[in-house]
């Protein structure tokens, strides 16, 4: 375990000096406090991230990811070399990249937040959720992007696919979403469309964000069962289950290929 | 006109002389209004000195003013507290209080029966089943009462005020809280209803149906639980009220169904789930609005006929319009949309491009409910993109095509 914390301690203070990882920070600073100066308040700033956060973290996540791994390439060979066990090495790894990424993501959207907490009331229960939502997804698609790095020996390869992924989550997905709503208009479609939402990371931070908000009440009928569901205890149980079974299935299947890899 | 007619007219009014004031108070001569009315003649003042009165049903038969004084509280329980069936009753600055529900009848704190003239003024009413009740009134002004119902549950709370088959009423700076209805009026005609405020109701702000020739003015309906509904009326005006915070699945600022011949003009419609719905309306001008803040700022169904949206402004909506149909013939003129990407080349304050408000996405939800659960997701923001792109993914059912480019637009006063 201690062998893990090495690798991470090394890899955390690798990544802060990285300056992809610095432009990323200021990125959702300069946002966020753009957001605050065009006269937002903490409600309103919230619901414009909410997007960023979803198109944003995943996107982030997945190509970093993917790049840091085939990078770390030679790093990771040395180090076999040495009496590191596999998981070890791989859980540090990991960590080493999302810990940064979250604390990131943090910085850069809390910072304003606690800035301007004097000036304008902050709903902290949307502020948390939407942090929450977003470290949620920067440890999934993290998990994700492994994954795919170690699937695809080929770099440009490993890369497309990142993209496909996102794009699938983050898209294509929904264009589904709205197929199956105007097929199967005749029909309950409430609880499907709930097993739908959740198996997708995107979608289920999306929603669990905007029931928090007003708009949640035009979301009509469709909208009432949802926030009769994720508001129960059950429901937020279910929903974080299904967010942290999206890192925690990739970092299984990631392990195992990691641990058979021929480096 | 000849002079016995003159000298009959003039022996009809009460001799000013004789009109005298009668003194209500507990303990006094007078215990109880039942017994001042006895004692009273018409044109005669009872004047109800402060303390609480429970008395069985009051009824007014006599043309008097009864004043409160210091705030009397006259209790109820079973049974209805003050019934007129008097014209010209005069009734200011009482409290009433505690009518219990019934299934069986309409009881009200206040009841107007086939009475004109009366004159309801300054009252507090709270707790009671129905508030005012009018019925088969004519000519009455209820003045800036406030009435405060239980809350409890739609079936166990009467309207505040209820108005059925009456006319030429006033009902002017009310304050309506906690009922079923705030206003509640059915076959009522030519009555102005101004400056009140309805709100926290259980069901809706304002509920009409068949009252044709009813102005509204400077009311406030903020946060009822769904919203108010104006149905199966000619000629309403409705004009410069507020619409606010009325929220649920199909819940609207303002639901008009079957309106012929109105104007909505002026309004402010925020905050709600729906700002404005019209389904069946005929010739109605809907002018000089703001939909502000709403999930939906106006749907509009396809059996509007001659229906026009005129200057108004829509900023802030989720959804500017909706529609169901496409061969609505609702027309779109000189209104401000925040959505506009448009250009003013001429400089006349008007865009030189058409604006079609009703959004691919908007008119998907309104056959597709379950759709709106993709509100503010990425692939909808695409889709928005994808109409820019290719504008002819727009439903073109409804089109602006002179849209202001300010709010107000050019040229107006207000």
């Known amino acids: ?263 | 006109m000849s002079p016995w007619l003159l000298v009959a007219l003039w022996s009809l009014q009460a001799p000013a002389g004789t009109s005298r004031t009668l003194h209500v108070s507990p303990g006094g001569p007078l215990p109880t209004l039942t017994a001042a009315l006895e004692a009273a003649a018409a044109g005669d003042t009872i004047v109800v000195r402060s303390g609480v009165y429970q008395e069985p049903e009051i009824v007014v038969r006599k043309r008097v003013t009864i004043l409160g004084e210091g705030a009397p509280v006259l209790r109820g329980g079973d049974h209805q507290i003050l019934r007129i069936v008097a014209d010209s009753v005069t009734l200011r600055g009482l409290v009433f209080r505690d009518v219990s529900p019934s299934a069986v009848d309409d009881r009200a704190a206040i009841r107007v029966e086939g009475a004109r003239g009366c004159r309801i003024e300054d009252n507090t009413v709270v707790n009671s089943y129905f508030g005012i009740y009018l019925a088969k009134a004519a000519g009455c002004a209820i003045l800036g009462n406030r009435i405060t119902g239980p809350a409890t549950t739609e079936s166990l709370t009467g309207n505040a005020i209820h108005s059925w088959s009456s006319e030429d009423l006033v009902i002017e700076g009310n304050v309506l809280r906690g009922h079923r209805d705030g206003l509640y009026f059915e076959f009522t005609t030519d009555t102005k209803v101004r400056d009140n405020v309805s709100t926290a109701n259980l069901r809706y702000g304002i509920h009409f149906m068949f009252s044709h020739g009813c102005s509204y003015t400077g009311n406030r309906f903020i946060a009822n639980r769904a919203g108010s509904a104006v149905m199966y009326s000619r000629g309403v005006v409705m004009e410069g009220n507020r619409f606010l915070e009325s929220r649920g699945a199909s819940i609207y600022g303002l639901l008009g169904k079957d309106l012929v011949d109105s104007r909505i003009t002026g309004n402010l419609f925020a905050s709600n789930t729906g700002g404005l719905y019209l389904e069946g309306v005929i010739r109605v001008e809907v002018r000089g609005n703001e939909f502000m803040s709403n999930g939906w700022g106006a749907v509009v169904m396809a059996d509007a006929e001659g229906t026009r949206f005129e200057r108004n402004r829509f900023q802030e909506n989720s959804f500017d319009v909706s529609t169901n149909g496409a061969n609505a013939t609702t027309r779109f003129a000189e209104n401000y949309w925040d959505r506009y990407p448009g250009y003013d080349l001429d400089g006349d304050g008007y865009g030189d491009v058409p604006f079609a408000p009703v959004r691919l996405f908007a008119f998907i939800v309104q056959q597709h409910d379950p759709a709106l659960i993709l509100q503010r997701s990425f692939f909808v923001s695409l889709l928005d993109a994808a109409e820019r792109v290719a504008p002819i993914l727009t439903p073109r059912m409804m089109e602006d095509a002179r849209p202001s480019m300010a709010w107000p637009a050019p040229g107006i006063g207000q």
């Open chain 1, 1 to 263: 375990m201690s062998n893990a914390v090495k690798v991470l301690r090394y890899q955390l203070r690798d990544i802060v000096r990285n300056r992809w990882m610095l432009a990323y920070g200021l990125v959702l600073l300069a946002l966020t406090e753009g957001l605050f100066r065009l006269g937002g308040d903490g409600g309103r700033v919230i619901l414009s991230l909410l997007n960023v956060v979803l198109i944003l973290v995943p996107l982030v996540a997945l190509t970093f990811g993917t790049l840091y791994l085939y990078n770390a390439r030679e790093f990771i060979e040395l180090l076999l070399t040495q009496p590191v066990g596999r998981g070890a090495m791989f859980a540090g790894l990991w960590g080493g990249l999302a810990l940064p990424l979250c604390l990131i993501l943090l910085g850069g959207i809390g910072l304003p937040f606690l800035l301007h907490v004097a000036a304008s009331p902050i709903p902290t229960r949307s502020l948390v959720v939407l942090l929450g939502t977003g470290c949620l997804l920067t440890a999934a698609f993290t998990a994700i992007a492994f994954l795919i790095a170690l699937r695809f020996e080929d770099r440009a390869r490993g890369f497309g696919s990142a993209l496909v992924v996102w794009l699938i989550c983050a898209v294509v997905y929904d264009g589904m979403v709205l197929l199956v709503v105007t097929t199967f208009r005749d029909y309950p479609l409430e609880t499907p469309l709930l097993t739908l939402i959740l198996l997708n990371p995107l979608d289920l931070g999306r929603v669990l964000l905007l029931l928090d908000f007003d708009v949640a009440a035009l979301m009509g009928y469709t909208g009432a069962v949802f926030k009769r569901f994720l508001g129960t205890s059950l429901g937020i149980g279910v929903g974080l289950a299904a967010l942290s079974a999206w890192t925690i299935v990739p970092l299984w299947f990631g392990l195992r290929r990691f641990r058979r890899r021929d480096f």
